[in-house]
């Protein structure tokens, strides 16, 4: 059983070219944001690529589903040594 306030460091990435692709297509009024967000985040995670991230998932590979299972699949690994 996992036990409440157990954390599991998860980094679930895409394209940028994805994420322009993704705002578009839902319409989002903010796209530019959008990018400067995935910018920085990638600026930040170039600074810091020797953080522990327990798992990483690409989101153009896999669907939400299959990264659920995956997530919940390394949560119960983890937590059961």
Known sequence: MIRSGQWLTVQLRCARETTL??????????TLKRLAAWDETAGDLARNEAFPFALTLDSD???ARQSAVMIADALFRQHST
Do not use: A, Q
């Not at 692709?21 to 903010?30: A, H």
């Open 61 to 63: 590979h896999l669907s």
């Open 21 to 30: 692709n993704r705002s578009l297509e839902r319409g989002d009024s903010d």
